[in-house]
């Protein structure tokens, strides 16, 4: 298992930016995708974005194509979310999962998009 610890969360207006990060631990960072899911209160969980173990490899969901982008730092065993022109519709738990046997899940964190 991986233990997922998210981060950059707050409170931001329509149009700013914001960071997330995820921080692995527990199992070899650069063996395993990793990704990011969102869940908005009273909506199912959404997807969001991925990548895979290398970077080489990375998708979006339509929603976020072109706004959001993912990276990772193997040495930092840290993947993180780069969140541009942030619209009132991505107010919601962000959240990292990682591909191992399963998926492991960090506890997420908030992100609030103000008009």
């Known amino acids: 298992q991986v233990q997922l610890v998210e981060s950059g969360g707050g409170l931001v207006q329509e149009g700013d930016s914001l960071r997330l990060s995820c921080v692995a631990s527990?199992?070899?960072?650069?063996?395993?995708?990793m990704g990011w899911f969102r869940q908005a209160p009273g909506k199912e969980r959404e997807f969001v974005g991925a990548?895979?173990?290398?970077?080489?490899?990375?998708k979006y969901a339509d929603s976020v194509k072109g706004r959001f982008t993912i990276s990772r730092d193997n040495a930092k065993n840290t993947v993180y979310l780069h969140m541009n022109n942030l619209k009132v519709e991505d107010t919601a738990v962000y959240l990292c999962?990682?591909?191992?046997?399963?998926?492991?899940w960090g506890q997420g964190t908030q992100v609030t998009v103000s008009s």
């Open positions: 527990g199992r070899t960072f650069n063996k395993y995708a």
């Open positions: 990548i895979s173990w290398s970077g080489g490899g990375r």
């Open positions: 999962y990682a591909v191992t046997d399963g998926l492991d």
